[in-house]
């Protein structure tokens, strides 16, 4: 799995559909020439570097380095990779992880805004984590200057657990100056990233790096923006995953408040004053976790296929996309689908957004 990463030209969306086609990230290594090149997004470059690359050498390496930094190498099709990136259609097939984080914390709050935070933005933060203390969310930003880096400090001085997303390989942490908090975060939570060691923190990182905070989000919130800038960026991406996007109003004729209240305006965030605001929108109630009921069923009323594909779900926190389950069945795509509508049709299993199946019962 890390060594198909570090083929020169294979992104995640290849990653998975190699892997898809072949079976296993091990039979693509020995699939040959001939059929690497009937899969869509294989030219001859990639077939012959899959083929005669040295990868493994790096993929070797790579994993030395992880193990002496005690980082966790979660790939996409691994038990605890975050049930709500695999959600979303452009999620990383490999996360870099380190220090103590629950992904599945029944709630998550991403907070992002401005690197010129205002003593205004400061104290909606303030405000706002306080209140959210009796939820226990996980608090999710980008470890930047401004707004996120205020609303990591918040979320430890209030110990609730919080993760920083990076633009970065994860032992480059950016900007240095948040070193100290960086660490600090790795006993109540932790940093994660998609980005191989020694990553720079380079300009395009970033905006990938702001899909993972909207995937990881349950809320999105919004405490100050410019009208163009990261925060807006990755507000337009939580809207485009159906994530509940939310916005402080700002002063008219200030800056930093022309990106929230243009969110406001076009109905691309809800408006935020009060954490009752946040709680009614996503009908939230304080200290209270909500029930999962569900039908029990007979494994041995469905045939050996469907037995597959559901004991692959019943171990994968209910739900999982077309293409992992796969992986983990060794069945063909075309096949995979027939048995899944099938499922559809005795209400057994849902087919939602992105691919995923979610199982209904058990």
């Known amino acids: 799995m890390l060594a198909l990463h570090f083929i020169p030209g294979i992104g995640n969306h290849l990653v998975r559909q190699l892997i898809s086609y072949c079976g296993s990230a091990e039979k693509v290594f020995r699939t040959p020439r001939g059929k690497l090149l009937k899969i869509p997004g294989v030219g001859m470059v990639t077939a012959e570097s899959i083929l005669y690359g040295r990868p493994f050498t790096l993929a070797e390496a790579e994993v030395l380095h992880a193990e002496k930094e005690n980082v966790q190498l979660i790939f ?35 907070i992002i805004g401005t690197r010129r935070a205002t003593p205004y933005g400061k104290q909606c933060v303030d405000d706002l984590m306080t ?70 923190p380079d300009a395009h990182n970033f905006p990938a790096r702001n899909r993972i905070i909207a995937g990881l989000s349950d809320a999105l919130i919004v405490v100050e923006a410019a009208e163009k800038g990261g925060a807006l960026i990755t507000a337009e991406i939580a809207n485009s995953y159906n994530k509940d996007v939310f916005a402080f109003p700002g002063n008219v004729g200030q800056s930093y408040s022309e990106g929230c209240n243009v969110l406001i305006k076009s109905h691309k965030a809800n408006l935020l004053t009060h954490v009752k605001d946040l709680e009614y929108h996503m009908n939230w109630s304080a200290g209270v976790k909500p029930l999962k009921k569900r039908i029990q069923f007979d494994l041995d009323e469905y045939d050996a296929d469907e037995q597959e594909v559901l004991k692959r779900l019943l171990e994968n926190n209910h739900q999982l996309t077309i293409d992992e389950i796969s992986w983990r069945t060794a069945l063909p795509i075309g096949k995979l689908a027939s048995i899944l509508l099938g499922l559809e049709l005795k209400n057994i299993v849902a087919a939602l957004p992105g691919k995923v199946y979610k199982l209904l019962v058990g």
Request: charged share 20%; aromatic share 6%.
């Open 76 to 110: 996409f099709t691994d038990k605890n990779y975050p049930s709500r990136l695999k959600q979303i259609n452009d999620a990383p097939s490999l996360l870099y992880a380190r220090g103590n984080i629950d992904f599945e914390i029944p709630k998550t709050v991403g």
């Open 131 to 200: 209140a959210l203390v009796p939820h226990a969310p996980l608090i999710v930003s980008g470890l930047a200057y401004g707004i996120d880096i205020h609303a990591h400090r918040q979320a430890l001085k209030n110990n609730l657990p919080t993760v920083g997303v990076m633009g970065s390989g994860i032992d480059v942490i950016y900007p240095s100056l948040h070193t100290e908090t960086a660490r600090r975060m790795e006993a109540q939570g932790g940093l994660i990233t998609e980005n191989p060691f020694g990553a720079r």
